[in-house]
């Protein structure tokens, strides 16, 4: 993977996570308050499962 690869994808990622907050700034929020009280194993478990699936994805297009 070359450096423009790179970016464009860190650049994609940037324009993705913020659509929610711009298109809906309530509900974000409200997502976001609600997993502020969860617990650190919970942040985790989602974690992982977003790193599997991403890395997941990036298998199958490769």
């Given at each position: 993977m070359?450096?423009?690869?790179?970016?464009?994808?860190?650049?994609?990622?940037?324009?993705l996570?913020?659509?929610?907050?711009?298109?809906?700034?309530?509900?974000?929020?409200?997502?976001f308050?609600?997993?502020?009280?969860?617990r650190?194993g919970q942040l985790r478990?989602?974690?992982?499962?977003?790193?599997?699936l991403?890395?997941g994805?990036?298998?199958l297009v490769?």
């Amino acid at each position: 993977m070359d450096g423009d690869t790179f970016w464009a994808a860190v650049a994609l990622m940037l324009v993705l996570e913020g659509i929610f907050p711009f298109l809906a700034p309530g509900g974000w929020r409200a997502t976001f308050q609600r997993l502020l009280q969860l617990r650190d194993g919970q942040l985790r478990f989602f974690g992982l499962t977003s790193i599997l699936l991403g890395l997941g994805l990036l298998w199958l297009v490769s």
